[in-house]
């Protein structure tokens, strides 16, 4: 109890809006490296992602996207840095968010500087995902984009709470206003759009599908985003351990984590582990894929401990408990987001080695990629 103390101590050193800017400047961080190992692993990752393509294909510090995500990510520190430090300095978080607020103003500035041409790609695919749709020539990106958005779906939702605790506290900040300001019904809801727009791209994909196995796996996939929402709402009245609702909430996550793992193992990252898992022939890969197999089996054990992340709410209460502080929710957002990135380049690995997209480290490119304009 004492070492729990003293971590919920030491998080009330980093506000809320700090917490969340951290996660953002993380995932940047993120997926600046996974460009750069794609890249070095001869996948044409900017064909795949259809941003423009450098001059020379297999170097990646001359591709605009991977500029931007590292410049952003540079920039994020800094600004972490300031925010921190005026938060330690004045005693006050409201400080703190002038810097997050100017980070998202340079992301999204319509000022023809800072790589204008991809931040203004990237607005529009926030749009365009922000509706439920996506263009069917940027399928891929926006869907890697979109899945994305449903591991940061509580990163997202305690946004409004920062909002709220802007908005409403007047007392020291040191202080976590999580149960005095939440409301679990807004933030649910908030959290479920993300997976809410999953659900509607995939049933799109199933009325645009040309032949029935199509509308069979897209069918399979919008069940797996559907499957979500009870476990996100049964969540807000199942506050009595071992009621009944509170077994319902907890059988509705087993299933989606179940079934969610299997689609990123058999479908995302086309790994053929679950079709005879007994045969070692069904363990080896009928076509070129950049890791061994023991490589593709630790990371798929890995993204199975992190999707079952939410049994410790079955733990004795006075362990389960940890997870309901800031610092036990804040661990759990941050392994997710990481989930996600293991998930994200892997399973862009998975898209090159189905269509062949690899680069020889001559070849030499200045085609332009479409864009949605």
């Not at 992340?309 to 408990?321: D, F």
Request: positive net charge; proline residues 5%; aromatic residues 18%.
């Amino acid at each position: 109890m004492a070492l729990i103390e003293d971590l919920n101590h030491f998080i009330n050193y980093f506000p809320l809006v700090l917490r969340l800017f951290f996660l953002v400047v993380f995932g940047l961080y993120s997926f600046t490296l996974i460009l750069h190992l794609l890249v070095i692993n001869r996948v044409d990752v900017f064909s795949l992602l259809h941003t423009p393509l450098p001059v020379n294909r297999s170097q990646q510090a001359n591709a605009p996207l991977w500029q931007l995500s590292f410049s952003l990510s540079i920039l994020g520190t800094l600004l972490f840095v300031i925010a921190e430090s005026l938060y330690l300095i004045s005693g006050s978080d409201e400080l703190a968010y002038v810097p997050v607020f100017i980070f998202g103003v340079i992301v999204f500035m319509p000022v023809h500087k800072f790589w204008f041409f991809q931040r203004k790609v990237f607005t529009r695919q926030c749009l365009r995902i922000l509706g439920g749709s996506y263009r069917p020539d940027y399928k891929f990106p926006d869907v890697i984009f979109s899945d994305l958005l449903t591991s940061y779906s509580r990163v997202i939702a305690d946004l409004w709470l920062a909002g709220a605790i802007l908005i409403y506290v007047t007392d020291s900040p040191n202080n976590s206003h999580r149960k005095q300001y939440e409301n679990e019904v807004i933030m649910s809801m908030i959290a479920a759009y993300p997976y809410a727009i999953r659900f509607r791209q995939c049933l799109i994909e199933r009325s645009s599908a040309d032949n029935s196995s199509d509308k069979f796996w897209s069918t399979l996939n919008s069940i797996k985003y559907f499957t979500a929402f009870p476990a996100i709402f049964l969540g807000i009245f199942a506050k009595k351990r071992f009621s009944f609702l509170w077994f319902l909430w907890n059988t509705s996550s087993a299933i989606n984590s179940t079934y969610s793992f299997w689609w990123d193992v058999s479908m995302d990252w086309s790994l053929p582990f679950f079709k005879q898992p007994l045969s070692i022939q069904n363990w080896k890969f009928g076509v070129r894929r950049l890791f061994p197999t023991f490589t593709f089996a630790v990371v798929s054990a890995i993204d199975f401990v992190l999707r079952m992340a939410w049994v410790v709410r079955v733990l004795p209460e006075h362990q389960s408990a940890f997870f309901t502080t800031d610092f036990g929710i804040f661990i759990m957002q941050f392994l997710e987001v990481f989930r996600r990135c293991v998930w994200v380049f892997f399973r862009i690995e998975a898209e090159a080695s189905k269509s062949l997209a690899y680069v020889n480290i001559s070849d030499r490119s200045d085609i332009p990629t479409i864009h949605p304009d």
